[in-house]
């Protein structure tokens, strides 16, 4: 698994100019990790909670804005944050969550196979 954290300013708004922080996140998932997603059917794993982009903040629009694995697949996922200090945060949750992600996959990669005995 290769990740590619960027950080960028963009600004949004016709008449009142917004800056906003983007954090974009592209994750290369290896064949054998692609091959695990593929076959168990993982798309929908949830990699990190997070509240809606900056821009959609105080709408009614209340869809789901967790990043999953299948937002991860072959496409670079930008979010935008309100402050610096939030995109700061953002890019460290990412760092925490990934090599977690890692560990999943790397998991569900090999199945449990002999038996085990033990006393209590």
Same mark, same amino acid.
């Given at each position: 698994m290769r990740v590619t954290i960027a950080h960028a300013a963009k600004? #949004? %708004?016709l008449m009142k100019k917004i800056t906003f922080y983007e954090v974009s996140l592209s994750v290369q998932f290896?064949? #054998?990790?692609?091959?695990?997603?593929?076959?168990?059917?993982? %798309?929908?794993?949830?990699v990190l909670d997070r509240d809606p982009p900056a821009s959609l903040r %105080?709408?009614?629009n209340s869809s789901d804005w967790n990043l999953r694995i299948r937002g991860l697949?072959?496409?670079?996922?930008?979010?935008?944050?309100?402050?610096?200090?939030?995109?700061?945060?953002?890019d460290s949750e990412?760092?925490?969550?990934? *090599?977690?992600l890692k560990a999943y996959l790397?998991?569900?990669?090999? *199945?449990m196979s002999g038996s085990d005995t033990f006393d209590l």
């Open positions: 600004t #949004q %708004g290896s064949p #054998q990790e692609r091959a695990v997603i593929n076959a168990l059917d993982l %798309g929908l794993v949830n %105080g709408s009614e697949i072959d496409r670079t996922d930008a979010y935008l944050c309100a402050t610096p200090l939030e995109a700061k945060n953002y990412l760092r925490d969550a990934l *090599p977690k790397d998991a569900n990669a090999t *199945p």
